[in-house]
């Protein structure tokens, strides 16, 4: 899918030239092992060089020449895979040749030399002002969480199933981490980011391959990286046995439940949990979607999901607060008709067709190809469709039972309003 | 079959009308590996009082009664349609907006039976008083959800401050008291009056055959009898063009602040190339005066009064037109004020010219360019011009078009202190009470 070089140890350029798309996309990725303290440096340093460097000190003088070079979209952004903390830096251009006379490429590929290699500083540093306000714009955005009850649901689930485990270490880090920041150890976590991190450049789009890697080796200088970064394996998750309740003042209860199951991403059983999951809860075919659902009248959405970086499954749901073990009710019984194999050979053809459906889909975008190819090079084997098609074709019920049978319930958490009753 | 083609973006455009009324268009996408097609009613939420079909009386229905009737389509005397879809493996879905109702599914599989599911499954009613009183606590559920979403409730705040009688202030999905009045005859009525083949859109695009999708949806419809099509008589509301209540604002549970700025539109009564003009030339100027690389947003960003919430919209239909301009704040006073004299500064003294416009029509032909890669994109918003005698593939030429004159000429639509009004959700625990506070109450 991707052609690859590694242009200097742990650097690596894929292309993908394609006339697919009417626009050109860029995704930088730079990796190291997940530190809670790291994240919330790594996110406020994100923030800062999106909004300055040395050519454009201001957001203002950034975005108007974003505007003149037709609208180019760049931002910078964190997430996490697995054990590892993500920088990513996403560019999306118009292809020069729906222009009437541009010259957009070349400018960007300055541009991103410019965001990540010339930054604003003053003596050494990031100027004070600048990482003042990031700092509050990241803390404000780990405290808006809050406002949105569903997501908080699910973050109170995972800090209470998961505790100091990268399945509830935010990207974003902390307020207390985002407080304790000075200048120095921004500037530090900056510089040590563009020596040591394993780096990953993507390009995608209607590009002169050979060209396009000699422009990117030039505006993304980076050296060879020391092999000092090693991924530790992702911790066993403690049984934790819980039931939480919260409340807060909202109408509708939030119902989220975690179970730990054995089988990870890299695991020859992860075809089988995703068929699993998919009959669970996965999709509106599921027993969850058409018990909880559609026969109970219980919810407008109760779904499962496969999170298979940390083997976890979760189910959420919002219901009536009346409703609670009624639904917890339902969705046991929905996991043990699995597990007594009450499994239809119509659920294990949706499902399958499904998957493939999605999979297929997702590489209709630049972005879903970047993002699939980047989860799936980790295999030790070549990324296609078919392989992968085949894999979920040879999953049986009895595959899916045992599956069913390895998921443990561990953490029940229930977010309701004040009141019990409306 | 006629074909319209596109030359500057690389794309044809095929388009038949059936004799049964409904328009047909496909787009064939090279290099895609899915289809998504779309079946859309000129139906939504705000057409609530109508002549039904075949009849001489105006009724007004349930409020929600659109979305609701979206939500039973799936529902057969054989079971769910969702069963269907996925044994193709296609991801089928449905939405209500204020002015139509869309089916929809994506797939990379079995595309014409898909096609073909979605076209019978939409034109095939079943509705049970039992079946339409089952739904009734799903969708409770769904107002529920929607009710603690401070976000929505924001949004719609601002909306029901800005129109005294017109039904756009109504949530499209009615209140939990509402839909409890609506019955399987209702559905029915707004069924048969609204989902004729005459008044309904098909829209199929990407990796798909032009000729044979044609062929299997001609067949399709070949097969089909519907009554003979009748205008629809909807009836409208004398809206004032003023916003109705200046400012109010409503208690929830959230830590920081959350304040919109609503601006009513004067002008809701184009239609066709004048109406995609306008709706550019206000887009472009609300980008130059409250864009990432205004004065405006270096100054409140820097002053903190915004956050990476901050966003501002223009929408319009025919009928009703208004623009947003919003974010979580600590001091949401003080931002309204900035948003304020910026607009006063506007009507005062036009603050920019050609060069900053230039800017922002590149801006805007960059975004165009992009949403051309997503086939749902192009889909929906197809549909959307098509019901105002728009054309989206004209969007890059006419924003290439506008002159500075024209964009001045268009914001008057929201120009005046009169079509300002003010939405605040504020957090429980703040002990600054405001003047204009009213516990959210409904007008």
Not at chain 1, 293 to 305: G, L, T, V
Request: proline share 3%; with cysteine.
């Amino acid at each position: 899918m991707f052609n690859t070089l590694e242009v200097a140890k742990d650097v690596h350029i894929h292309t993908r030239v394609t006339d697919q798309f009417k626009t050109v996309n860029f995704s930088l990725k730079l990796r190291r092992p997940l530190k809670v303290e790291e994240a919330a440096e790594r996110t406020v340093l994100t923030n800062v060089l999106q909004h300055s460097n040395a050519q454009f000190p201001s957001t203002a003088s950034m975005r108007m020449y974003l505007d003149d070079l037709y609208g180019t979209v760049l931002y910078l952004d964190t997430s996490k895979k697995g054990n590892e903390h993500v920088v990513i830096l996403n560019v999306e251009t118009v292809n020069d040749q729906y222009l009437k006379n541009s010259d957009v490429l070349s400018k960007v590929l300055e541009l991103m030399h410019t965001v990540l290699f010339e930054p604003n500083f003053e003596n050494g540093t990031f100027k004070e002002n600048i990482v003042a306000r990031e700092k509050e714009m990241v803390k404000e955005r780990i405290q808006s969480i809050f406002d949105d009850k569903s997501r908080y649901a699910q973050n109170r689930l995972t800090k209470i199933l998961a505790p100091n485990h990268p399945a509830s270490i935010s990207a974003n880090g902390t307020i207390p981490d985002v407080e304790a920041i000075t200048l120095q150890s921004l500037t530090d976590t900056y510089q040590r980011m563009l020596a040591e991190d394993v780096v990953d450049i993507y390009v995608v789009g209607d590009i002169d391959e050979t060209k396009m890697v000699e422009e990117l080796k030039k505006a993304l200088p980076f050296g060879d990286r020391k092999s000092s970064l090693t991924i530790t394996e992702i911790p066993k998750i403690q049984p934790t046995d819980t039931y939480v309740k919260e409340k807060q003042d909202m109408k509708q209860g939030k119902l989220h439940i975690g179970f730990s199951t054995p089988v990870f991403f890299k695991d020859v059983d992860f075809p089988k949990m995703q068929i699993f999951n998919g009959i669970f809860g996965g999709y509106p075919h599921s027993k969850l979607f058409m018990n909880v659902r559609e026969k109970e009248s219980m919810a407008y959405y109760c779904s499962s999901s496969y999170s298979a970086q940390y083997g976890l499954v979760y189910v959420m749901s919002g219901i009536d607060v009346e409703n609670e073990k009624r639904t917890l009710q339902l969705i046991d019984e929905q996991l043990l008709a699995m597990q007594q194999g009450e499994i239809t050979d119509l659920e294990m053809t949706q499902t399958k067709a499904m998957l493939q459906n999605q999979l297929k889909e997702a590489l209709d975008s630049a972005r879903g190809q970047i993002e699939i190819y980047d989860q799936y090079k980790d295999l030790d084997e070549d990324f296609n469709v078919e392989a992968w098609q085949t894999k979920w074709q040879a999953v049986t019920k009895e595959d899916v039972v045992a599956m069913a049978k390895q998921l443990h319930k561990e953490t029940v958490y229930f977010l309701s309003g004040m009141e019990d009753e409306k | 079959m006629e074909t319209i083609r596109f030359d500057q973006l690389d794309e044809t455009l095929y388009y038949e009308k059936l004799e049964n009324g409904l328009e047909v268009y496909i787009l064939p996408k090279k290099g895609f590996s899915k289809t998504f097609v779309t079946f859309t009613t000129k139906y939504g939420s705000v057409d609530r009082s109508f002549i039904p079909l075949g009849e001489q009386q105006a009724i007004t229905v349930p409020d929600g009664i659109a979305h609701f009737l979206e939500h039973k389509m799936f529902e057969k005397e054989d079971g769910d349609v969702f069963q269907k879809f996925s044994e193709y493996g296609a991801s089928a879905n449905a939405f209500t907006s204020f002015a139509r109702t869309a089916y929809l599914f994506s797939a990379t599989n079995h595309v014409y039976e898909s096609t073909e599911t979605l076209l019978n499954f939409v034109q095939e009613p079943y509705f049970t008083e039992k079946t339409v009183n089952k739904e009734k606590g799903i969708i409770g559920q769904e107002i529920t959800m929607y009710d603690d979403q401070p976000d929505w409730r924001l949004y719609f705040g601002t909306i029901e401050n800005m129109f005294k009688e017109h039904p756009v202030k109504i949530d499209i999905a009615g209140t939990v008291e509402s839909i409890d009045q609506i019955t399987a005859e209702h559905l029915y009525t707004c069924y048969y009056t609204f989902y004729h083949p005459s008044n309904m859109l098909l829209f199929a695009i990407g990796a798909l055959e032009p000729e044979k999708m044609i062929e299997v949806i001609r067949e399709n419809q070949k097969k089909k009898e519907f009554a003979k099509p009748t205008p629809i008589k909807r009836i409208g509301v004398n809206e004032p063009s003023e916003a109705a209540i200046p400012e109010r604002s409503l208690r929830m549970d959230v830590l920081k602040s959350k304040v919109s700025v609503g601006l009513k539109a004067k002008e809701t009564s184009l239609s066709g190339r004048e109406m995609l003009k306008h709706e550019l030339a206000i887009s472009l100027t609300l980008d130059i005066l409250f864009g990432r690389s205004s004065d405006f947003y270096t100054k409140v960003y820097e002053e903190g009064l915004i956050d990476e919430s901050y966003s501002y919209d223009f929408s319009l239909e025919q009928g009703f037109g208004f623009a947003m301009i919003g974010s979580d704040t600590h001091q949401p006073d003080k931002l309204v004020q900035a948003i304020k004299d910026q607009l006063k500064k506007t009507e005062q003294n036009w603050p920019f010219g050609e060069e900053e416009l230039e800017r922002v029509k590149r801006r805007r032909i960059g975004f165009h360019l992009r949403a051309l890669n997503s086939i749902e994109y192009i889909a929906n918003q197809f549909t959307r011009y098509k019901f105002n005698d728009m054309n989206l593939f004209d969007s890059v030429a006419a924003i290439e078009e506008l002159t500075l004159a024209d964009v001045k000429q268009a914001f008057q639509s929201l120009q005046g202190e009169s079509q300002q009004t003010v939405f605040k959700i504020l957090p429980l625990k703040d002990s600054t009470k405001t003047d204009s506070e009213s516990e959210g109450s409904k007008a």
